[in-house]
């Protein structure tokens, strides 16, 4: 199974700054997407990050709050531009590996972003 | 769209009784279905899932779930709880891209 790290595990800022949050696998992925668990919430899937061209949002979610990179197979970065407190949730990276015949998704530790 | 229903926001057991959380889903196919689990503070970790065949599905920490497609349900049991089984349980359903839709999620207190 792949091994994801996040970083930083948790995080308190200030509002209005923006925070980038790491992604990387142990192993070349197909797929990474990133997912917002607001506080007392389910998961809820953010976009799919897409390696050499532009993620692709869910309704509700957009480029300017938060841009998304993909530069390979194995590392992913999103970023919450111009915090506010309603930002703070924990921001899960999720991979499904190359080659595998189930669509099983592995989830990193989360980010736990507390906006203040 | 797929989406996932677990009904029950709060469940509270003792220790050493037995646990079932109910998961219902809405999907046009054939489903593949997760349950996974979150401790306090940590990420998710995978209990078990459904692709095909076998209904009854056996996961990690002895937890097992089954599929009933007449009911659209696939519920999570485990036959005696340990205190270690706090935690909060979520229920998913995987699109054709990959995409995971989750359940609002259980969160379970085992009492002494």
């Known amino acids: 199974s792949a091994v994801i790290s996040q970083k930083p595990s948790r995080d308190i800022c200030q509002r209005g700054t923006s925070l980038t949050i790491q992604c990387q696998v142990d192993s070349q992925v197909t797929m990474m997407f990133w997912y917002r668990q607001q506080p007392g919430q389910s998961l809820t899937l953010i976009a799919t990050?897409?390696?050499?061209?532009?993620?692709?949002?869910e309704s509700g979610f957009v480029i300017d709050k938060f841009p998304i990179s993909r530069p390979n197979l194995t590392f992913s970065t999103l970023t919450v531009s111009n915090m506010s407190p309603e930002d703070s949730s924990i921001y899960l990276c999720?991979?499904?590996?190359?080659?595998?015949?189930?669509?099983?998704?592995?989830f990193g530790q989360g980010t736990r972003l507390t906006v203040v | 769209a797929q989406s996932v229903t677990q009904p029950d926001i709060h469940i509270t057991v003792s220790e050493g009784a037995s646990l079932e959380l109910r998961c219902n889903y809405s999907?046009?196919?054939?489903?593949?279905l997760f349950w996974y689990v979150q401790s306090p503070g940590q990420g998710l970790q995978l209990l078990l899932k459904y692709f095909s065949g076998d209904t009854l599905v056996q996961g990690i920490k002895g937890f097992e779930a089954e599929f009933k497609r007449s009911q659209s349900s696939f519920n999570l049991r485990k036959p005696s709880v340990h205190w270690s089984d706090a935690a909060e349980y979520f229920c998913a359903v995987v699109s054709n891209d990959y995409k995971l839709s989750f359940g609002a999620g259980t969160t379970v207190t085992v009492r002494a």
């Open positions: 999907y046009g196919a054939t489903p593949y």
């Open positions: 990050a897409n390696q050499g061209s532009e993620a692709t949002y």
């Open positions: 999720s991979v499904k590996e190359t080659n595998k015949q189930n669509t099983e998704a592995f």
